[in-house]
């Protein structure tokens, strides 16, 4: 049997009906995915009661010139450890470059730089990821669980949240209106 195609790199969206309410509607940007396993860190849901500056004061970090935005839940795994998902003009000794469309983070060193003003142009801050154990994502994959496709950075970066999921859809050429939670059988 081939092994399956890779999916680093890529966007995975929840497809309606998918079964488990921590992904209705997610967007995965996927940043590992091999024979192991896959790991990947959403960008549509905001972390409630907290932002950038707070999560940087209890990281004893000057929030210096960093803007105070929202932080993103990405993902039910380790809610309480860190990712940067950035722009590939920042690099840190432990920075993931991820099919050369962006880079994650998880050292204070991206934090830091952003709030000194000389980090990433583009970024987004996550805690949690979502993870998958050898094969689950595959499975998922082929029961219809999620649509992979192609990471555009305007899609990560330049999209609010909560409208990403659509905006993903009508980028791969669906109207999210016209899908069903549910199928059927001829």
Same mark, same amino acid.
């Given at each position: 049997?081939?092994?399956?195609?890779?999916?680093?790199?890529?966007?995975?969206?929840?497809?309606?009906?998918?079964?488990?309410?921590?992904?209705?509607?997610? =967007?995965?940007?996927?940043?590992?995915?091999?024979?192991?396993?896959?790991?990947?860190?959403? =960008?549509?849901?905001?972390? +409630?009661?907290?932002?950038?500056?707070?999560?940087?004061?209890?990281?004893?970090?000057?929030?210096?010139?960093? +803007?105070?935005?929202?932080?993103? $839940?990405?993902? +039910? =795994?380790?809610?309480?450890?860190?990712?940067?998902?950035?722009?590939?003009?920042?690099?840190?000794?432990?920075?993931?470059?991820?099919?050369?469309?962006?880079?994650?983070?998880?050292?204070?060193? =991206? $934090?830091?730089?952003?709030?000194?003003?000389?980090?990433?142009?583009?970024?987004?801050?996550?805690?949690?990821?979502?993870?998958?154990?050898?094969?689950? $994502?595959?499975?998922?994959?082929?029961?219809?669980?999620?649509?992979?496709?192609?990471?555009?950075?305007?899609?990560?970066?330049?999209?609010? +949240?909560?409208?990403?999921?659509?905006?993903?859809?009508?980028?791969?050429?669906?109207?999210?209106?016209?899908?069903?939670?549910?199928?059927?059988?001829?």
């Amino acid at each position: 049997m081939d092994a399956p195609a890779s999916l680093r790199g890529q966007l995975l969206l929840a497809m309606p009906g998918i079964g488990d309410p921590r992904f209705e509607k997610a =967007v995965i940007a996927m940043c590992a995915h091999d024979e192991n396993g896959a790991l990947g860190v959403g =960008v549509d849901r905001v972390m +409630p009661g907290i932002t950038l500056h707070g999560l940087l004061e209890q990281l004893d970090v000057d929030p210096g010139i960093a +803007p105070d935005c929202d932080i993103l $839940l990405g993902g +039910p =795994v380790e809610q309480r450890r860190g990712f940067v998902l950035h722009s590939t003009d920042w690099l840190g000794e432990d920075s993931l470059l991820v099919e050369d469309r962006w880079c994650l983070t998880s050292t204070l060193d =991206v $934090l830091r730089a952003i709030a000194e003003g000389k980090g990433p142009a583009r970024w987004l801050v996550a805690l949690g990821y979502a993870g998958w154990g050898e094969g689950q $994502l595959d499975g998922e994959m082929r029961r219809h669980g999620w649509l992979a496709t192609r990471a555009e950075d305007g899609l990560i970066f330049d999209h609010r +949240p909560p409208r990403r999921w659509e905006a993903a859809m009508r980028s791969a050429g669906i109207d999210p209106r016209l899908l069903a939670a549910t199928s059927g059988q001829a």
